[in-house]
C-alpha cells in the first residue's frame, strides 16, 4: 500500500520541494496552501513525472478549513502516513520597537498553532499508521534569533516543544516527529525580509531541493528509527 502525506505550503519553496521528492519516492501526496495556481502547477510536475498527486486549498489560519481539508485527504485515500508541515509567515517588521500586535498574531496562527492543528486532527490516522511528522521550523527554531523577529523566533522555537511532546507521548502509537531547521534557503520567503537579499547572497545559501532532500532522509527512514532534529544550513551561514 502506497503511503499519502500530507504537506502544507506545498505550493512553493521546500514544500513543494518535499512534495516533489515524497512523491518520487512512491508517496501519494495532498499539497495544501492558499494559491490555488501554484498547487496546480506543482501538481502538474508531479503528475507529469508519474507521481500521485490531490491539491488541497486551504487557509491554514481556520480551523475550520483544516478540518475540511483533513477529511477530503482521508476520502481520496483512506489513509495518512505523514505530515510536512511547511507553511510559514513572517513580516519585516521584526522588532519590539516597530512590531505589530496584530500581525505578531498572525504569525503565531501560522507558524505554531495551525501546525499544532494539522497534527491533532491528523492524529487517529497517524496513530494507526505509525506516521511521520516533518515540522519545517528555522534555524531560528534551534537557536533565538532575534534578527529573525521576536514573534518568529517565539513561535518556531515552540516547534521544539511541539515535536519532542509528540515523540515523548505518541511514542506508543510509532507517532515519530522531526523538527527540522533550516538555515537560509532560496525562496520566496526572502522578500519578507528588511533587506531582501540578492541574487549574489542567494546564491549561496540552500536550494528547496536541499531541504526536499533531508525532508526525504526523514519520511523513508524505517519505522523504528525516530529523527527528532535537522538542522540544515549552508556553509556560508551565519
Ligand atoms: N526561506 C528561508 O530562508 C527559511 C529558513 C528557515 C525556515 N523557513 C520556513 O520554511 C517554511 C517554508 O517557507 P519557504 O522558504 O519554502 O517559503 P515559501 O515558498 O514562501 O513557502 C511558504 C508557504 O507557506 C504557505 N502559507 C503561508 N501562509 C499560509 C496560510 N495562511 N495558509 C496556507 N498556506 C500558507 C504559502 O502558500 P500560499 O501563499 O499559497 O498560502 C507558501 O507555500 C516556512 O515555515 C518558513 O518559516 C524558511
Not at 495544501?32 to 487557509?59: C, F, N, Q, W
Not at 509567515?89 to 504569525?107: C, H, K, T, Y
Not at 515523548?168 to 531582501?196: I, S, Y
Request: with cysteine.
Amino acid at each position: 500500500m502506497e503511503k499519502v502525506l500530507w504537506v502544507t505550503g506545498g505550493g512553493s519553496g521546500m514544500g513543494a520541494a518535499a512534495a516533489r521528492h515524497a512523491a518520487g519516492q512512491g508517496w501519494r501526496v495532498a499539497i495544501s496552501g492558499r494559491r490555488e495556481d501554484a498547487l496546480a502547477e506543482v501538481a502538474a510536475a508531479i503528475t507529469d513525472a508519474g507521481g500521485e498527486v490531490l491539491t488541497v486549498p486551504l487557509d491554514v489560519t481556520d480551523p475550520e478549513q483544516i478540518k475540511t481539508a483533513h477529511e477530503q485527504v482521508v476520502q481520496h485515500w483512506g489513509r495518512l502516513d505523514g505530515l510536512v508541515l511547511s507553511a510559514g509567515l513572517n513580516s519585516p517588521r521584526r522588532a519590539w520597537a516597530d512590531q505589530d500586535m496584530d500581525e505578531f498574531a498572525r504569525i503565531v496562527d501560522t507558524n505554531l498553532l495551525a501546525v499544532a492543528r494539522v497534527i491533532d486532527v491528523s492524529l487517529p490516522e497517524l496513530r494507526r499508521s505509525g506516521g511521520v511528522v516533518v515540522i519545517i521550523s528555522s534555524y531560528a527554531g534551534w537557536q533565538v534569533s532575534p534578527l529573525a523577529g521576536v514573534a518568529y523566533s517565539a513561535s518556531k522555537t515552540a516547534l521544539a516543544s511541539v515535536a519532542i511532546s509528540l515523540n515523548k507521548q505518541e511514542a506508543e502509537h510509532g507517532v515519530r516527529a522531526c523538527h527540522l531547521c533550516p538555515g537560509d534557503v532560496a525562496t520566496d520567503f526572502l522578500q519578507q525580509r528588511p533587506n531582501v537579499p540578492d541574487e549574489a547572497a542567494r546564491a549561496v545559501m540552500l536550494t528547496p531541493d536541499d531541504v526536499g532532500r533531508a525532508v526525504g532522509f526523514v519520511l523513508d527512514s524505517p519505522s523504528h528509527v525516530r529523527i527528532d532534529e535537522v538542522v540544515i544550513s549552508p556553509v556560508a551561514q551565519t
